[in-house]
T-cell receptor, first 114, second 111 residues
């Protein structure tokens, strides 16, 4: 199984809502990532988890809260988002916690904040 | 922050032609990777070339790396309509401990 799954595929939320994005992989990878991608732009790294511990936070606003419950799951909790947070949110993983290996991406969650 | 700049930003070719995309970067790298992204979807890893390698092939893909010029190129031979996508280079630097993506090239292959 070389797949990274993400749910939901699409999410529309108001600025006062609380929602969560979920990501799952069963490749035994020990590094997992959240990226944000705006239209026609490259992905921008948000968070990195290595061996279930947060290792990189790219100065992301606290309205985004990551969580790694176990080695297969990664969540991104959303609260009080702004319209400019509307984007494609991508999850990725790489093997053995070696962050220089190739990354496997999920299909993304298209988030719209109204 | 963006490490890589890609050129051209957009490329339109006829099916069967070759497509060449270039990537330039600013600082020393551990490896350089190329990814493909179909419209609005996740990225797919294509090829990884390490800093001590000069050329790598995978099927119809050929990647070169010139560390003296801090540049890489991706050649897709005998292109197909299904190759239509955005292509990103991404560099890994041990100093930053993360993968940084270039600006991307949007490739359109006309049938």
């Amino acid at each position: 199984d070389t797949e990274v799954t993400q749910t939901p595929k699409h999410l529309v939320m108001g600025m006062t809502n609380k929602k969560s994005l979920k990501c799952e992989q069963h490749m035994g990878h020990r590094a997992m990532y959240w990226y944000k991608q705006k239209a026609k732009k490259p992905p921008e790294l948000m968070f990195v988890y290595s061996y279930e511990k947060l290792s990189i936070n790219e100065s992301v606003p606290s309205r985004f809260s990551p969580e790694c419950p176990n080695s297969s799951l990664l969540n991104l909790h959303l609260h009080a988002l702004q319209p400019e947070d509307s984007a494609l949110y991508l999850c990725a993983s790489s093997q053995e916690g070696q962050l220089s290996y190739e990354q496997y991406f999920g299909p993304g969650t298209r988030l719209t904040v109204t | 922050s963006q490490q890589g700049e890609e050129d051209p930003q957009a490329l339109s070719i006829q099916e069967g032609e070759n497509a060449t995309m270039n990537c330039s970067y600013k600082t020393s790298i551990n490896n350089l990777q190329w990814y493909r992204q179909n419209s609005g979807r996740g990225l797919v890893h294509l090829i990884l070339i390490r800093s001590n390698e000069r050329e790598k092939h995978s099927g119809r893909l050929r990647v070169t790396l010139d560390t003296s010029k801090k540049s890489s190129s991706l050649l897709i031979t005998a292109s197909r309509a299904a190759d239509t996508a955005s292509y990103f280079c991404a560099t890994w630097m041990d100093s930053s401990y993360k993968l940084i993506f270039g600006s991307g090239t949007r490739l359109l292959v006309r049938p």
